[in-house]
């Protein structure tokens, strides 16, 4: 039986990558953050199977006692402030979280089990300037706060495998979704208001710029992504993406014609939500394909359909999905 180590596994995909790992025989760790009450609110998002740890990435003491004590084969850095809004407001948590947070449980893996095998949740966000595709090896020039600490902690993954010999890599992730994405994230505030108008709550939903682009894929996926590039015999980094743009009036669009509504009806915009942080790419996950013999398996409409289902039976215990 082999072991993984997962951090932030309360988190959208961390939920999803626990459940793959578990289907897969894996006796898995899920590290989750610990609660100031004690009462730890994320371990209720913890999947069944998995032995929960308490660790606050931040913390050398914990991070090497979790590595420590679940003496993995493979670890999955997942642990984010996984909002690029949230990085804005908040650039030194960010910081510690995002860039020497992951370094710190790289060291750790690297320190105490150098065979085990390392994947870093990257983000496309370590990219910005001019609208366009990016690849593996486009320019690293982060837009945001969140981009630079995570463009950090990935140069430090390289460094470790390419330097320090570990079989680590990066997943150079474009932006996914599932019902298990927060609400306070623009898909989720789109697909919650849909289903609760389609059931009689005629307050619109408010969001910002209707006009920007995003390269949307289905979390479950991007999951399976990081455990085959783990299951490669040589560590590597890879973008993770459709390759396909779609604005977030198009989201909008799908979601509320799936209940039968028009969009338009339904949504406003206010100038205060409108970011400048938002490089229009997409990504090209050739290499993925072809090495990982990786590729979505759900369309965007599919993706959009899915969550509003799951919203309707979140709402409405009663309804049955279109
Ligand atoms: P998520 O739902 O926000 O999950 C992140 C998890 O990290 C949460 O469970 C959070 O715990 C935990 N965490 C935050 N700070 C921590 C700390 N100091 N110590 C330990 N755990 C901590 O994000 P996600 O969508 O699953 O994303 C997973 C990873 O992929 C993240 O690294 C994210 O940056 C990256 N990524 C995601 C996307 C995307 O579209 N989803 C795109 C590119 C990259 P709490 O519940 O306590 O906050």
């Given at each position: 039986?082999?072991?993984?180590?997962?951090?932030?596994?309360?988190?959208?995909?961390?939920?999803?990558?626990?459940?793959?790992?578990?289907?897969?025989?894996?006796?898995?760790?899920?590290?989750?953050?610990?609660?100031?009450?004690?009462?730890?609110?994320?371990?209720?998002?913890?999947?069944?199977?998995?032995?929960?740890?308490?660790?606050?990435?931040?913390?050398?003491?914990?991070?090497?006692?979790?590595?420590?004590?679940?003496?993995?084969?493979?670890?999955?850095?997942?642990?984010?402030?996984?909002?690029?809004?949230?990085?804005?407001?908040?650039?030194?948590?960010?910081?510690?979280?995002?860039?020497?947070?992951?370094?710190?449980?790289?060291?750790?893996?690297r320190?105490?089990?150098?065979?085990?095998?390392?994947?870093?949740?990257?983000?496309?966000?370590?990219?910005?300037?001019?609208?366009?595709?990016?690849?593996?090896?486009?320019?690293?020039?982060?837009?945001?706060?969140?981009?630079?600490?995570?463009?950090?902690?990935?140069?430090?993954?390289?460094?470790a495998r390419?330097?320090g010999?570990v079989h680590a890599?990066?997943?150079?992730?474009?932006?996914?979704?599932?019902?298990?994405?927060?609400?306070?994230?623009?898909?989720?505030?789109?697909?919650?208001?849909?289903?609760?108008?389609?059931?009689?709550?005629?307050?619109?939903?408010?969001?910002?710029?209707?006009?920007?682009?995003?390269?949307?894929?289905?979390?479950?996926?991007?999951?399976?992504?990081?455990?085959?590039?783990?299951?490669?015999?040589?560590?590597?980094?890879?973008?993770?993406?459709?390759?396909?743009?779609?604005?977030?009036?198009?989201?909008?669009?799908?979601?509320?014609?799936?209940?039968?509504?028009?969009?338009?009806?339904?949504?406003?915009?206010?100038?205060?939500?409108?970011?400048?942080?938002?490089?229009?790419?997409?990504?090209?996950?050739?290499?993925?394909?072809?090495?990982?013999?990786?590729?979505?398996?759900?369309?965007?409409?599919?993706?959009?359909?899915?969550?509003?289902?799951?919203?309707?039976?979140?709402?409405?215990?009663?309804?049955?999905?279109?």
């Open positions: 039986m082999r072991t993984a180590l997962v951090t932030g596994a309360s988190g959208q995909d961390g939920q999803h990558l626990c459940r793959l790992l578990v289907s897969k025989g894996y006796r898995v760790f899920g590290a989750v953050r610990p609660r100031a009450d004690g009462i730890s609110e994320s371990r209720s998002g913890v999947v069944p199977g998995v032995v929960p740890l308490e660790v606050d990435i931040t913390h050398h003491d914990a991070v090497i006692a979790a590595v420590e004590q679940s003496a993995p084969d493979e670890v999955y850095n997942l642990a984010a402030q996984s909002s690029v809004i949230g990085g804005e407001t908040n650039r030194l948590a960010t910081a510690e979280i995002n860039g020497l947070g992951a370094i710190r449980v790289l060291e750790a893996v320190d105490r089990f150098p065979k085990a095998r390392f994947c870093q949740a990257s983000s496309s966000r370590i990219f910005g300037g001019e609208p366009g595709t990016r690849t593996e090896q486009s320019s690293i020039f982060p837009a945001s706060s969140y981009g630079a600490a995570k463009a950090w902690a990935h140069g430090e993954v390289v460094r390419q330097v010999g890599s990066n997943a150079i992730l474009f932006n996914h979704e599932s019902p298990f994405r927060p609400p306070h994230y623009v898909t989720r505030k789109i697909s919650a208001a849909a289903a609760r108008i389609a059931l009689g709550d005629s307050t619109p939903v408010v969001l910002g710029n209707l006009d920007a682009i995003r390269d949307w894929g289905w979390a479950p996926d991007y999951v399976e992504a990081m455990w085959r590039m783990v299951q490669h015999p040589i560590g590597d980094d890879y973008v993770i993406a459709t390759g396909i743009a779609h604005t977030v009036a198009d989201f909008c669009d799908v979601a509320f014609a799936h209940v039968g509504l028009h969009w338009r009806d339904h949504v406003t915009t206010d100038v205060t939500l409108v970011r400048s942080d938002e490089p229009a790419i997409i990504g090209d996950a050739s290499h993925a394909r072809k090495q990982l013999g990786w590729s979505p398996t759900r369309t965007f409409t599919e993706v959009v359909r899915a969550m509003v289902d799951a919203d309707l039976v979140a709402l409405s215990p009663a309804h049955e999905p279109i």
